[in-house]
């Protein structure tokens, strides 16, 4: 099935996020916008009558100013001059924030009055107080009354400012209030917008994702049903709902695919169970005839058996020797040709099979062994009739033409797991001779499973068990569930040929014996 890589920003996930931080993204500007202009509002309107609490506020400060300074001339008390003083100072600061200069604003003239008239009235009310320090009775009494008409005067203008101030914020104060009005109304058609686009956006999003899913649930439903007709088009969307789309597109393909395969090979299957049909009684017939050419192998180890007693019997010793490793190994071969065996029996059905080619060959063939005594040879288990056909293979291409010159040997050792490729600790069973070699083609030939070139099949067969190699390579594979447990080394023509069995052994099995190698014997 082929992959699709999900982009980060074509992702579900991640337009579900962009669409939600879309949408408050815009209520919030609307929120924020409509904060904004309340914010402003208000601050206008708060400065709208601050104007008027700057002179309320001063006239509050010059009333205690005058009371400050009428204690003080009545009771000379120290705390009564200190609060006019301190009022004093205040009403200094607060008169420099008003207007100095002739202008043609009649709110900015009187400004003008009451600063000027205030600080007349402060060094009046001054003069009043060193008066009453120095005892000047008519002094200060002249000085009061002075202060007390500038009191009079800058209240009266006071209090005209702040008709003025406050008549003109008032219409101020309306025009604000409209516009604040103005601004709700802009504020909740914005939200309201807002709200809209948002649910907008949400409703697109949704359903740009969910009617694919539609369709797929739809198809899906239809499959299950087992209307494979349905067509699922590939989505040209690179997110995860895109991914599904495209990968049920393909799995419909390889359901049609598999479905049709399937049928035409049900239909193959059905023409080649006529043909075997067909060709039964045919196949019958053949086996009844070569049922009824075949010699009974148990008829035949049971007669070599009889004939091996009556040898003994007549005190032919080699006779009934000869006879009795001929029934063992017609017995090995009926017996084990659908199991496995124990590698000591394999090399025994090799040793009774040299001791049957020496007697017929007058000891001509020579053979010999090399057995590392540590290997526990019966709990070792192998594919049975394995060793005698690679045997057999080295005396009938590889000696048989020189059986005077020609040597077999057979090696057994361990080669560890680290020395080999099969991955295990295995026993290594070899099998060489000095013979006519073989070529780089005749060697993959047999290993590749195809028959070797012969000139003359006819002869070769008449002194063969008949188990060709490629059957053993096949029963190796099989058995170990692996292949190349079995290698050919030649150098070419006349060099000789070495077949290397690998058999892997388990290891909590262990080794038992000594781990010396040697010269176990030579038979002629």
């Known amino acids: 099935m082929r992959k699709k890589r999900i982009r980060f920003f074509s992702s579900v996930q991640t337009r579900i996020t962009a669409v939600v931080a879309a949408v408050l993204l815009l209520v919030l500007s609307a929120i924020a916008f409509t904060f904004q202009q309340s914010r402003e509002t208000v601050q206008q309107i708060n400065e709208v009558f601050a104007s008027n609490a700057v002179i309320m506020r001063l006239g509050d400060t010059l009333a205690a100013a005058q009371t400050g300074m009428h204690e003080y001339l009545s009771t000379k008390s120290s705390a009564s001059l200190e609060n006019f003083y301190r009022n004093e100072q205040e009403l200094r600061e607060m008169t420099d924030d008003l207007n100095d200069r002739n202008v043609g604003s009649e709110l900015l003239m009187l400004e003008k009055n009451i600063r000027l008239m205030t600080q007349s009235y402060l060094t009046v009310s001054e003069d009043a107080i060193q008066a009453r320090r120095g005892r000047n009775v008519e002094g200060y009494k002249a000085y009061f009354a002075q202060a007390s008409t500038l009191f009079e005067y800058i209240n009266n203008y006071i209090y005209a400012l702040n008709s003025r101030r406050f008549s003109r914020n008032t219409e101020n104060y309306l025009s604000l209030m409209n516009s604040m009005r103005i601004v709700e109304r802009m504020s909740l058609v914005m939200i309201i917008l807002a709200s809209a686009v948002a649910l907008l956006l949400c409703v697109m999003s949704v359903r740009a994702m969910i009617d694919p899913l539609r369709t797929l649930s739809a198809a899906a439903e239809s499959v299950a049903g087992g209307d494979f007709s349905v067509d699922v088009k590939e989505s040209g969307r690179e997110d995860e709902v895109g991914v599904v789309t495209n990968a049920f597109h393909e799995m419909l393909g390889s359901i049609r695919t598999y479905i049709e395969s399937q049928r035409t090979s049900m239909e193959k299957e059905a023409q080649m169970k006529e043909n075997e049909l067909s060709m039964e009684a045919h196949l019958k017939e053949a086996q009844l005839k070569f049922l009824q050419a075949q010699i009974n192998p148990h008829f035949l180890f049971n007669s070599l058996n009889a004939g091996s007693q009556l040898a003994m019997m007549e005190s032919a010793d080699r006779t009934e020797h000869f006879l009795s490793r001929m029934a063992q190994f017609f017995r090995y071969n009926v017996q084990k040709t659908e199991g496995d065996a124990s ?175 040697h010269v176990s014997h030579t038979d002629r």
């Open 343 to 517: 590698l000591s029996e394999e090399i025994a059905s090799v040793d009774n099979y040299i001791y049957i080619l020496n007697v017929r060959f007058a000891g001509d063939i020579h053979y010999e062994k090399q057995i590392d005594e540590s290997i526990n040879f019966d709990e070792t288990r192998m594919p049975s009739m394995i060793l005698q056909p690679i045997v057999e293979n080295a005396i009938q291409h590889g000696i048989h033409d020189d059986h005077e010159h020609g040597v077999v040997t057979l090696s057994v050792d361990m080669v560890p797991e680290n020395e080999n490729e099969s991955g295990a600790d295995c026993v290594r069973i070899t099998v060489a001779d000095n013979g006519a070699g073989m070529t780089r083609r005749q060697i993959e030939k047999i290993l590749h499973h195809q028959p070797p070139e012969e000139e003359d099949p006819k002869e070769r067969k008449s002194d063969s068990t008949g188990i060709a190699m490629e059957n053993v390579i096949s029963r190796l594979e099989l058995y170990y569930g692996r292949s190349g447990l079995l290698g050919i080394w030649s150098d070419g023509p006349g060099c000789g040929t070495e077949v290397t069995v690998l058999l892997p052994v388990e290891k909590e099995k262990g080794l038992t014996g000594r781990k010396d190698r």
